[in-house]
């Protein structure tokens, strides 16, 4: 069942999520990225990889 979630999530809610960070002023990004990191490393390196491109 989570992965069908997360299959579904992946695919419509997170590009959406990523677009709305990247237009976000960089001091709520970063406040936004710090509590990702602090939850899930992997998920943080990933989504840091899709909104800075590096």
Known sequence: ????????AKTTVYPTFVEKLKELPSEKQTKILDNIKRVNK?????????????
Request: a positive charge.
């Open 42 to 54: 992997q998920k943080f390196n990933q989504l840091n990889k899709e909104i800075n491109g590096s």
């Open 1 to 8: 069942m989570t992965n069908a979630l997360w299959f579904f």
